[in-house]
């Protein structure tokens, strides 16, 4: 994607080619023949640096450059283009949600009408599974681990945080259905904010236990947000032995409500002032500057304090699994200042806007639905949302190694057999883009040289 930026969207190298383009468009708002004239890698880079210049901008409180900048955008991006350009819409759209959001009546006005569409998202969902590998993935070194520390249990229940696809647990039926000593009575708990997910996944699974002779119990729990999950609605009995699985559900725990009314309000008001005064001085929007939006970033290796996650993880620690495994994105969204949360976003949705770019013709509608429906929407709740509302609040490895380890939480290093089969289950992937990769016991899953999900295992240390 090319050299590492600088919050005002110059690079770290003297020579870069943003630093041309910015020497290029003083007035970025005014049209500019040779724009037309770039190539598609220089129009990236292009892209790039408006879409750090923009940010600056908002953070700033100078919505006049702000518009200019999104104004430049609006001509280069394109949601059916290339990786780039694709990305640039759904950051655009993005910033200048934040924007909007500023002036609340506007905001919620033009939301008045809008609907959640149940469905679509549902199968937006079912898509992402079917096109990347990650979840799969997951599942695999999940369901083995589970597997292994089941050996031998005659009761077995399994709590699964993010109870939606019914392949997992499928195929985990399927290998306790053969075991040499015979198959456990297998109760699973899915958590879920949608009943009818949870009713259909109860179905698929209890006929194939059915099928396979296998007794089987299914506990739905609906739960809007996992910070209300009610730990008695679990119903976690004496003489079972549990597992739990979480996939990309962890995250959300970190946002905090506490400091989101302070946020806005800061946020209003010098987004106002520097409206008001035309927001030409460059002195004053420093002046101006909202807390919410500073520059300040976070340690990749530093916690940020959470009493929601501790208190989380305290009570999954109560339960005593003999086995837990987390899927999480592998990337730091969580930082406090919307530029560094803005550039580690874009070089993360960059990779998989690019794995669909290579496995996907550009006006695939299933491409669009997933772009749009769920990646446009993390990213928006990345850049456009803070406090409480920020719930996609991703974090590296290293720092939930760290939360867990600090939770009384002990790493289970994943099998020789676990790896062997996310291997094999990468080999019969149609883009051979993908890569897995060992670290600290976990599986970091990739592409290319890219990190973007880990997976890890763990059993309470005593």
Known sequence: MGPMLQDDGSSVTSSS??????????????????LRELKPEERGLYLIHLLLACANHVSNGSLD?????????????????????RI??????????????????IY??????????????????????EL??????????????????????KMVHIIDLNASEPAQWIALIQALSVRPEGPPHLRITGVHQQKEVLDQLAHRLTDEAEKLDLPFQFNPVVCSKLENLDVEKLRVKTGEALAISSVLQLHTLLASSDDETTMKKASSLGLFVNHVNGGNNANANRRRSSPSNDSSSSSPTSINASAKMDGFLASLWGLSPKIMVITEQDSNHN????????????????ALFDCLESSLP???????????????EEIKNIIACEGGERRERHEKLEKWIQRLDMGGFGCVPFSYMGMLQARRLLQGCSCDGYRIKEENGCVVICWQDRPLFSVSAWRCRR
């Open 65 to 85: 450059n702000a518009n200019l900048a999104l104004e430049q955008i609006s001509h280069l991006a394109s949601p059916d283009g290339d990786t780039m350009q």
């Open 132 to 153: 990347f590998p990650f979840l799969k993935l997951a599942y695999v070194v999940t369901n083995q681990s589970i597997l292994e520390a089941m050996d031998g249990e």
């Open 335 to 350: 930082g406090s200042g919307l530029m560094e949360r803005l550039s580690e976003a874009l070089y993360y949705y960059a």
């Open 108 to 129: 919620r006005s033009l939301n008045f009408t809008k609907m959640p569409v149940i469905s679509e998202e549902i199968l937006a969902r079912k898509l992402y599974f």
């Open 362 to 376: 550009r006006v695939s509608i299933e491409r669009r639905k997933v772009e749009k429906m769920l990646l446009g």
């Open 88 to 105: 640039a819409s759904y950051f655009a759209e993005s910033l200048s949600e934040r924007v909007l959001k500023s002036w609340p009546g």
């Open 17 to 34: 080619p943003l630093e041309f383009f910015s020497r290029m468009s003083p007035n970025i708002g005014s049209s500019n023949p040779w």
